[in-house]
């Protein structure tokens, strides 16, 4: 009887040291992962404000510059930060701040003007200048814009037809009526579809939304193996539909007139690059004193520029391994300096 309740005192005593064991055990554990979880989280704090910092330094380099000049360029403080400075300015993290002018690329809303077919109202016409040629409409402007854009050979569009569809497509999309064009599309076409659904007959809210477009394939969009795809060329910000030749890429600058090549365009980028041309770049009419640049090429006035208002802010802050990423676009309103920032997420 005794030894039985020896046996049984033992037992539970282990049982009781075991049990204590484990409990230390999952202490230890627990105050390592809070500890963990807390270092974490203050690095994560700690990129956040990177990101903040980052952002409010694009901010006051955009202020700066509006400022001291009337024109924007790539040669600008937004567009070459030095790394140095930068990681003098936050101790600790590894800051990369891109910045990318939207007014370099092709204003996807304005194919067509918020009124009824992109027709404006009529004025009363004026008297012509004899020997002068009247001017086209930038409705046709931007058409003839994009129909360059589409056919420059980098791209997954194989002829006029196509390209010519594509244009009507979008151009009823981003109408505000249902009036379809020659090879547009509207609301009937995409009800009929196997997941139907309806036209926007408004503007673009997002690049992506080019894919519900009819014809607008995920080749076109997107590109593949052999092809660019547009995306990477559009903005859906821009009020005007025009193009800054300071900031603009090959692709866009190429999409300026008939006749353009790859070649003359990145001529142009090579020439706006120069410290020495740079007091230029003010005139939207600087490609003509490129040198070996065709006379003939002329670039229309409604569709060129050399100032903008909207830019992509791209934030990358990096601590201890760990990476947040934040991008953002932002307004600023060249009359009041004021700026806006319409987007921003992390990722």
């Not at 937004?78 to 690329?105: F, Y």
């Not at 020997?131 to 854009?149: I, N, T, V």
């Not at 607008?216 to 995306?231: A, C, L, N, W």
């Amino acid at each position: 009887m005794l030894r039985n309740e020896a046996g049984m005192a033992l037992l539970m005593t282990l049982a009781a040291i075991s049990f204590m064991v484990a409990i230390t055990v999952w202490l230890a554990t627990s105050v390592n992962w809070q500890m963990q979880s807390a270092a974490s989280l203050k690095e994560s704090v700690a990129l956040d404000e990177a990101l903040l910092s980052g952002l409010e330094l694009t901010r006051a380099a955009l202020y700066d510059d509006q400022i001291k000049e009337h024109f924007d360029t790539e040669q600008d403080s937004w567009n070459t930060w030095e790394q140095a400075k930068l990681a003098a300015l936050i101790p600790g993290a590894d800051l990369v701040l891109t910045v990318r002018d939207l007014a370099g690329l092709i204003q996807v809303n304005q194919l067509v003007a918020n009124n009824r077919n992109n027709q404006r109202p009529k004025k009363p016409p004026r008297a012509r200048t004899p020997g002068k040629k009247p001017g086209q409409s930038p409705a046709e402007a931007q058409r003839q814009l994009w129909l360059r854009f589409l056919l420059s050979g980098r791209f997954a569009v194989e002829d006029t037809t196509q390209a010519l569809s594509l244009i009507d497509a979008l151009a009823d999309w981003l109408d505000k009526d249902d009036n379809e064009r020659d090879h547009g599309a509207e609301s009937g076409y995409y009800r009929s579809l196997e997941h139907p659904y309806a036209c926007a007959n408004g503007p673009l809210r997002y690049p992506e939304e080019l894919l519900l477009v009819k014809g607008f394939t995920r080749k076109i969009v997107y590109g593949d193996e052999e092809h660019e795809g547009i995306i990477d060329y559009l903005t859906i910000y821009g009020h005007d539909g025009k193009i800054n030749i300071n900031t603009a890429p090959v692709p866009v600058l190429q999409a300026l007139a008939p006749n353009m090549t790859s070649e003359l365009a990145a001529e142009l980028v090579r020439f706006r690059r120069e410290e020495e041309n740079r007091a230029q770049l003010q005139n939207p009419a600087w490609y003509k004193h490129v040198a070996d640049f065709p006379g003939d090429i002329k670039f229309d006035p409604a569709l060129v520029t050399t100032k903008s208002s909207f830019f992509q802010v791209r934030v990358e802050a990096r601590q201890t391994g760990l990476q947040r990423v934040g991008v953002g676009v932002l307004y600023r309103d060249p009359n009041t300096r004021q700026q806006e920032l319409k987007s921003w997420r992390v990722e």
